[in-house]
């Protein structure tokens, strides 16, 4: 933003098409936002990691595209638990905790909980790197 606020907004709602269209592509719901955070549900946690890493993905090669010096990274958490509808928003520990996961990733990278994992670990050929035990708030 410091560099060329105008051209990151430009990036950024760029980046954000991308993700909706494959929002859509996934069954996902887009939820909230805010800022330069999305956040989403989906009907299975395989669903949710292949829309992370065609995203991810998409994002890399969008990048190598462009020529200019604002290209966007993004990091993605991914968790699955309980949550508070609240007209079209959702809330709670589930939601919180993929935010703390969120913050966890590498830049490019994407950070599943051990419930994602264990969903998904037979049903994708993805290489996944144990991040051992991490303490967050409330999470487990």
Same mark, same amino acid.
């Given at each position: 933003?410091? !560099?060329?606020?105008?051209?990151?907004?430009?990036? /950024?709602?760029?980046?954000?098409?991308? *993700?909706?269209?494959?929002?859509?592509?996934?069954?996902?719901?887009?939820?909230?936002?805010?800022?330069?955070?999305?956040?989403?549900?989906?009907?299975?946690?395989? %669903?949710?990691?292949?829309? !992370?890493?065609?995203?991810?993905?998409?994002?890399?090669?969008?990048?190598?595209? /462009?020529?200019?010096?604002?290209? *966007?990274?993004?990091?993605?958490?991914?968790?699955?638990?309980?949550?508070?509808?609240?007209?079209?928003?959702? /809330?709670?520990?589930? &939601? +919180?905790?993929?935010?703390? *996961?969120?913050?966890?990733?590498?830049?490019?990278?994407?950070? &599943? %909980?051990?419930?994602?994992?264990?969903? &998904? $670990?037979? $049903?994708?050929?993805?290489?996944? +790197?144990? /991040?051992?035990?991490?303490? &967050?708030?409330?999470?487990?």
């Amino acid at each position: 933003m410091e !560099a060329d606020e105008s051209e990151t907004i430009h990036n /950024l709602r760029a980046c954000a098409a991308v *993700l909706i269209s494959l929002f859509e592509k996934y069954d996902g719901r887009l939820f909230n936002t805010g800022g330069d955070s999305f956040l989403a549900e989906f009907p299975s946690a395989f %669903s949710a990691v292949e829309c !992370a890493v065609e995203f991810q993905h998409s994002i890399k090669e969008r990048n190598l595209l /462009l020529d200019t010096p604002e290209k *966007l990274e993004f990091r993605i958490g991914i968790n699955s638990g309980d949550v508070v509808k609240e007209k079209d928003n959702l /809330l709670g520990d589930g &939601v +919180n905790n993929a935010a703390r *996961l969120e913050a966890l990733a590498q830049t490019n990278g994407i950070t &599943v %909980s051990k419930v994602i994992f264990d969903y &998904v $670990k037979g $049903k994708t050929n993805y290489e996944f +790197n144990d /991040l051992g035990f991490q303490k &967050v708030k409330h999470f487990f």
